[in-house]
């Protein structure tokens, strides 16, 4: 693995392109010097059942082509599983899915799971201290298995904008990984919240022992044609910070268009002065 100048290692997400183009798509992560790349599982196979089979060819190519994984996310894409409607009666099948997560992730010797979705916390009419309790409880009961197996999760705040109703405010997030009282319950910091909000540099910086993992996007996870201002002055702040080192591009497209992904990657390695 290369060392970067500045010390960041950079990985861009699989919501960037069709798995069929995943040859080309290598050929671009060593061009511009990434170290590898974020999965999301059902990009690579569409469907849960038999999904370790697809993780375990895919983990030999990577491994091949001495490309990293980050991060497994989209882990409750496509289950139609609700943390607060199905806790009670189906939390056996909820945790059997996270255990299947768990032996992707060791598949791919990957550290880091991120949970991130909206419809697997939707809380409808649920009101928010209620929500809490549930969502304690049933994080707490996954502290064994991630000390066990040396995982984190990363618990992502996602922008009301874009369908959140439960955790789309960074500060509620981060006062329930504190209760939590776990080192392997860490924040996943995606910059889509301050698109629709301020940046608090202050509250950001004092509470980078919470945060484990940082991804990057433009506005509606659009192509990096043109840095943001706002994803600019992060870029700055992070590159700054030594003890921050792995940072992904997350792009998410229907189809592959490795022009603009080219594009992407290349002003991304300039944004973390790589």
Not at 248 to 270: A, D, G, H, P, Q
Request: charged fraction near 30%; charge should be positive.
């Amino acid at each position: 693995m290369k060392i970067k100048k500045n010390n960041k290692l950079l990985y861009i997400s699989n919501l960037a392109w069709k798995h069929n183009d995943l040859n080309r798509v290598i050929e671009l992560i060593r061009k511009h010097n990434f170290t590898g790349m974020d999965i999301a599982p059902l990009q690579i196979n569409n469907k849960w059942k038999n999904i370790e089979k697809k993780i375990v060819n895919l983990s030999k190519k990577l491994k091949i082509n001495k490309i990293k994984v980050n991060a497994i996310q989209g882990i409750f894409y496509k289950t139609n599983f609700n943390l607060f409607k199905d806790y009670d009666e189906n939390f056996k099948e909820i945790y059997k899915h996270f255990l299947l997560i768990i032996r992707i992730s060791k598949i791919l010797k990957c550290k880091k799971i991120i949970i991130g979705s909206s419809d697997f916390r939707r809380k409808g009419k649920l009101n928010s201290n209620s929500a809490d309790i549930i969502f304690l409880n049933f994080f707490k009961k996954l502290k064994k298995i991630l000390i066990k197996n040396n995982i984190y999760i990363c618990l992502e705040t996602i922008p009301f904008k874009y369908g959140e109703d439960y955790l789309y405010n960074f500060n509620h997030l981060l006062k329930l990984v504190k209760q939590l009282k776990c080192k392997w319950i860490k924040i996943n910091f995606d910059t889509s919240l301050y698109h629709f909000d301020k940046f608090n540099k202050n509250i950001f910086i004092k509470n980078l022992k919470f945060i484990k993992n940082i991804q990057i996007t433009e506005k509606n996870f659009k192509y990096l044609k043109k840095s943001s201002i706002k994803n600019i002055f992060f870029s700055n702040l992070i590159n700054k910070k030594k003890n921050i080192k792995d940072v992904s591009l997350e792009i998410v497209s229907k189809k592959t268009n490795l022009k603009k992904l080219n594009t992407s990657m290349l002003r991304f390695s300039k944004l973390l002065k790589i």
